[in-house]
């Protein structure tokens, strides 16, 4: 059975650092392309970071230069620091891998991030 699971999230003050980390099950990670999605109440989930089964990274421009996607294939897991943290940076996150290819799509239930002021 896959699965997802998210963890690090917490309350943290404005500037602050947090590390999400997503561990998988049930799949071999390092094939995957791994997404980090935040998502606030009756808004629409944002897309933050991305990165491809070889490694490039993308960002939104909202977090670029603040967060950094990585993984540790041995620990089929993959993190997201965060850095210089703002209130406007608060919200569930998830993460979700894909295999676009073949139609793949797996998520985890999320985190919450609270940054306050």
């Known amino acids: 059975q896959v699965q997802l699971v998210e963890s690090g999230g917490g309350l943290v003050q404005a500037g602050g650092s947090l590390r999400l980390s997503c561990a998988a099950s049930?799949?071999?990670?390092?094939?995957?392309?791994v997404d980090w999605y935040r998502q606030t109440t009756g808004k629409q989930r944002e897309l933050v970071a991305s990165?491809?089964?070889?490694?490039?990274?993308t960002y939104a421009d909202s977090v670029k230069g603040r967060f950094t996607i990585s993984r540790d294939n041995a620990k089929n897991t993959v993190y997201l620091q965060m850095n210089s943290l703002k209130p406007e940076d608060t919200a569930v996150y998830y993460c979700?891998?894909?295999?676009?290819?073949?139609?793949?799509?797996?998520w985890g239930k999320g985190t919450l991030v609270t940054v306050s002021s």
């Open positions: 049930g799949i071999m990670f390092s094939i995957f392309i």
């Open positions: 990165i491809a089964a070889g490694g490039p990274t």
């Open positions: 979700a891998a894909k295999r676009p290819a073949i139609g793949m799509d797996y």
